[in-house]
């Protein structure tokens, strides 16, 4: 029996958890949730999840990106996917640019709420697959991409 792909929503509208969760599971994910950044935080790091679905603004404008950075300087979960996804677009008419923001918010991809769920089921289907590639690849690469993100070449 195959495993089965295990998610962390963090998110703190809990109808939407509700219904993401819901949603996931019918398509046979393992969801878990949490509806704040410190409880999303433990919650990651204590279950290492195959990829974390991860909403912007949720208690503060820069919880998501809190969340995300915890994520990213933890070296046993800085590997773990990231799918972004916030009504900042709507909400504040501010687009998400994946390399000019990328040092104050990392994630692997970036959805914009309301969420299609069929192309979310997309998304995470291509993140998983990049992210497993990526494991594949020598440290040493992995650090020069990570330079060029950064703008240090």
């Not at 969801?31 to 999303?40: C, H, I, M, Y």
């Not at 809190?66 to 996917?81: L, Q």
Request: glycine residues 4%; hydrophobic residues 35%; charged residues 35%.
């Amino acid at each position: 029996m195959d495993k089965k792909i295990k998610i962390v929503l963090v998110d703190d509208n809990e109808d939407y958890l509700f219904t993401m969760k819901t949603f996931l599971e019918r398509n046979g994910f393992e969801a878990l949730s949490a509806t704040n950044e410190q409880d999303g935080v433990e919650l990651i790091q204590k279950e290492h999840p195959d990829i974390v679905l991860l909403d912007v603004m949720m208690e503060s404008l820069f919880s998501g990106f809190e969340v995300c950075r915890a994520i990213r300087t933890n070296p046993d979960t800085e590997e773990i996917p990231i799918i972004g996804i916030s009504a900042m677009g709507e909400a504040l008419n501010i687009e998400f640019d994946q390399w000019r923001d990328y040092q104050y918010f990392s994630p692997n991809e970036f959805v914009e709420k309301p969420v299609d769920k069929e192309n979310l089921l997309s998304v995470i289907k291509e993140v998983l697959q990049k992210a497993k590639k990526d494991q594949k690849r020598p440290k040493w690469k992995k650090d020069l991409d990570e330079s060029y993100k950064k703008g240090q070449y």
